[in-house]
């Protein structure tokens, strides 16, 4: 949770979620599989549904993301292109060790097989920083 790009109503929600997710823990050894099965149902909407649209329509920040990737999967799409690789900037001040997150939908595919891709970075600034890469599995957003 980020106070300083998250509003109000997506910290709400945010909040509400992990609520969930924790009395979602205390009905795993519970006989009724509906309670457990609808609690889980409602944090996959939540999570995969609604938070999208309250970051795009209640932060500005969240909303003008959402436009350059557009913009820039359109730019992709015009020139034929097979994928994208950006790298958006969210914080210029980082440290010795900036965090760098990569999303790659094809990771866990072997290389070999069509499509299977393996991302890294070495380094920013082409002054020799060194980064820590956060590989962030993409299907666990959903």
Request: hydrophobic share 40%.
């Amino acid at each position: 949770m980020s106070k300083f790009y998250d509003s109000y109503e997506a910290e709400r929600l945010r909040k509400l979620i992990v609520n969930k997710e924790a009395y979602l823990q205390t009905l795993q050894g519970d006989k009724s599989k509906a309670a457990y099965q609808l609690t889980q149902r409602e944090i996959m909407f939540l999570r995969s549904d609604i938070l999208p649209l309250v970051l795009m329509n209640s932060n500005i920040v969240h909303s003008e993301v959402a436009k350059y990737v557009v913009k820039c999967f359109d730019a992709a799409v015009t020139h034929k292109a097979n994928g994208i690789v950006m790298y958006i900037s969210i914080d210029e001040n980082y440290t010795d060790r900036p965090k760098i997150a990569i999303f790659n939908e094809r990771a866990n595919l072997q290389l070999g097989t069509p499509g299977a891709m393996e991302m890294y970075i070495d380094n920013m600034d082409c002054n020799g920083c060194k980064i820590e890469p956060m590989n962030i599995n993409f299907n666990a957003l959903i």
